[in-house]
Antibody, heavy 122, light 108 residues
Framework: QVQMQQSGPGLVKPSQTLSLTCAIS??????????WNWIRQSPSRGLEWLGR?????????DYAMSVKSRITINPDTSKNQFSLQLNSVTPEDTAVYYC????????????WGQGTLVIVSS | ENVLTQSPGTLSLSPGERATLSCRAS???????LAWHQQKPGQAPRLLIY???NRATGIPDRFSGSGSGTDFTLTISRLEPEDFAVYYC?????????FGQGTKLEIK
């Protein structure tokens, strides 16, 4: 059974970079039948998909238009994990951040990571 | 972007009753890439239904999903106390995902 464990700081200063990592067990980040996603949740924006990375003979990324200029999602095959970097954060980026696996068959998120509350404040 | 609108915003019912939750998409959802998730306070969402009508592993058969195109429904046949939570629909299309705003199912 796939499990995902998130790590990273819960407090980031405005204009700095938010960095989170999601470690995978029970599957591999280079799987040809899954994609690896970041999603956030805030009272003002609800659940918002941020982007994904996946391997299909080469690595691909897709990002939401709302964060496309500021986001990078990278796989790390040596540690079987993937990361999120969000640059130039503002208080509007305060949210609970989740990682999630999606199958290539039905595109559903399952499982989700445990969530990390990230507060952007000086 | 395919906007998902869930109704009602809040549903007040009693244990043992039937719950019907709606999710309407602004555009047709391709290949029925429509899922339902349950979220309890302080927890991550949990997958209930994928492909519009397939129950995820371990999900009780009182949960069922139906619909196609732009109109989808999650039905809980007989509410148990642990079913009171927030429910979200989620869709995939054109290389991106969107979520509905959620329906809160509360005890009457």
């Amino acid at each position: 059974q796939v499990q995902m464990q998130q790590s990273g700081p819960g407090l980031v200063k405005p204009s700095q970079t938010l960095s989170l990592t999601c470690a995978i067990s029970g599957d591999t980040v280079s799987s040809n039948s899954a994609t690896w996603n970041w999603i956030r949740q805030s009272p003002s924006r609800g659940l918002e998909w941020l982007g994904r990375t996946y391997y299909r003979s080469m690595w691909y990324n897709d990002y939401a238009m709302s964060v496309k200029s500021r986001i990078t999602i990278n796989p790390d095959t040596s540690k079987n994990q993937f990361s999120l970097q969000l640059n130039s954060v503002t208080p509007e980026d305060t949210a609970v951040y989740y990682c999630g696996r999606a199958s290539s068959s039905w595109m559903e998120f399952d499982p989700w990571g445990q969530g990390t509350l990230v507060i952007v404040s000086s | 972007e395919n906007v998902l609108t869930q109704s009602p915003g809040t549903l007040s019912l009693s244990p043992g009753e039937r719950a019907t939750l709606s999710c309407r998409a602004s555009q047709s959802v391709s290949s029925n890439y429509l899922a339902w998730h349950q979220q309890k306070p302080g927890q991550a969402p949990r997958l209930l239904i994928y492909g519009a009508s397939n129950r995820a592993t371990g999900i009780p058969d009182r949960f069922s999903g139906s619909g196609s195109g732009t109109d989808f429904t999650l039905t809980i046949s007989r509410l148990e106390p642990e079913d009171f939570a927030v429910y979200y629909c989620q869709q995939y299309g054109s290389s991106l995902y969107t979520f509905g705003q959620g329906t809160k199912l509360e005890i009457k």
